[in-house]
């Protein structure tokens, strides 16, 4: 069963958004960001990267996360039974043709397929928007790869509401 997300205040920490959709939870608790956390994503992402014409390094993509955890950016880990599976990092920007401001995912990452990936890009993508409309974005931006030919991601994206065109997805928060 698909549900709605949840969206608490905690005790002198800011206001944690989740999206649980069966056992994939999406989640901005920094709490739950621990060193184990961050190695295991990184892992993930790492062990993913195959053959990729631009090799990642471990320890820098592990800077990245953290340094985006202690930075002003979104970050969501994705947890599958209490597991982390993956993470979301998405930016804060502003078109310079309109005046709309949009939440843009950066990173992307999951360790799983088929069904549990699609929960965790649904999940994740929900936290995403829930944090866009909550800090007034007028839209949620999620760019495809490349190397996904059959631009299955932001087909999965568009199955959840989001309009895909090519490998990008975008979601009026405003509508």
Not at 4 to 31: F, K, M, N, W
Not at 101 to 127: D, I, M, P, Y
């Given at each position: 069963?698909?549900?709605?997300?949840?969206?608490?205040?905690?005790?002198?920490?800011?206001?944690?958004?989740?999206?649980?959709?069966?056992?994939?939870?999406?989640?901005t608790d920094r709490q739950l960001f621990t060193k184990e956390a961050i190695e295991s994503?990184?892992?993930?992402?790492?062990?993913?990267?195959?053959?990729?014409?631009?090799?990642?390094?471990?320890?820098?993509?592990?800077?990245?996360?953290?340094?985006?955890?202690?930075?002003?950016?979104?970050?969501?880990?994705?947890?599958?039974?209490?597991?982390?599976?993956?993470?979301?990092?998405?930016?804060?920007?502003?078109?310079?043709?309109?005046?709309?401001?949009?939440?843009?995912?950066?990173?992307?990452?999951?360790?799983?397929?088929?069904?549990?990936?699609?929960?965790?890009?649904?999940?994740?993508?929900?936290?995403?928007?829930?944090?866009?409309?909550?800090?007034?974005?007028?839209?949620?931006?999620?760019?495809?790869?490349?190397?996904?030919?059959?631009?299955?991601?932001?087909?999965?994206?568009?199955?959840?509401?989001?309009?895909?065109?090519?490998?990008?997805?975008?979601?009026?928060?405003?509508?």
């Amino acid at each position: 069963m698909i549900t709605g997300g949840t969206r608490r205040e905690t005790l002198g920490r800011p206001c944690v958004i989740e999206a649980r959709i069966g056992s994939v939870v999406a989640t901005t608790d920094r709490q739950l960001f621990t060193k184990e956390a961050i190695e295991s994503v990184t892992q993930n992402y790492f062990d993913k990267s195959g053959d990729s014409p631009i090799p990642p390094v471990f320890d820098v993509c592990k800077n990245i996360i953290t340094n985006n955890i202690k930075g002003n950016n979104l970050v969501v880990f994705i947890f599958l039974e209490d597991r982390p599976i993956g993470a979301l990092i998405a930016r804060k920007g502003a078109s310079e043709i309109t005046d709309a401001r949009f939440l843009q995912q950066t990173f992307f990452n999951t360790c799983v397929t088929g069904a549990a990936a699609v929960k965790a890009v649904w999940a994740s993508h929900r936290v995403l928007l829930k944090y866009a409309r909550l800090h007034d974005y007028s839209y949620g931006v999620s760019p495809g790869n490349s190397a996904d030919e059959n631009n299955t991601f932001n087909r999965i994206l568009a199955k959840d509401g989001w309009h895909s065109q090519g490998y990008l997805s975008v979601f009026n928060t405003k509508e």
